[in-house]
């Protein structure tokens, strides 16, 4: 796949590395080509820097890994998205893209892209390395659309991911959410680590 990355500090790199070994064209989306976080990602594998825009065009796929209230700019910068995929990384946690309660939330309304909540439950390390005592751990996802959720769950399974967990349609996007801050309340406010992770088990 074509997929540009919009943000590209510790998720989107993680990503970016992952997808990159598995095939997949990086298209690293940015604001100043030739001056952005994350410059070292140009010695991955199928990686190229571009402009916003222009990465988008080349796109089947967007990931966005900013700070939510970027959003805004970020829709008038990709143009026209209808027909593409769009994954929405973030987590409005501390504040989000006012009126709307998530990014995820904002994209489904302000575009004509399939929209999805994925890759936002846990730390960059585990999608670098997601294998835990041998065993890939889980990703989760959530939204309306069905094309976009079967792309968020191959793309999880290129990163290593165990599964690519359906949290459920778009009215299940906040708990996602308030699921990654279980992990951030864990890993970093209790200080437990970042070496942490969850996965679903079965009897």
Known sequence: ???????TGNVGGALATNWSKKGHQILLGTNDVQNFKGKDLLQNDN???HTISDAVKEAEVILIATPPTAVFEIIDQMGDVSGKVIIDATNSIMKGPDPYKTVYHCLADKTKAHVVKCFNTTGFENMLNPIYHGEPIDMFMAGDDTKAKEVAHQLALDCGFGSCIDFGKADR????????????????FQGQGRDLAFRVIRR
């Open 47 to 49: 990686t190229s820097v």
């Open 173 to 188: 996007v906040e708990l996602l959410e308030k699921f990654a801050l279980s992990w951030i309340n864990l890993a970093i």
């Open 1 to 7: 796949m074509k997929i540009a990355i919009i943000g």
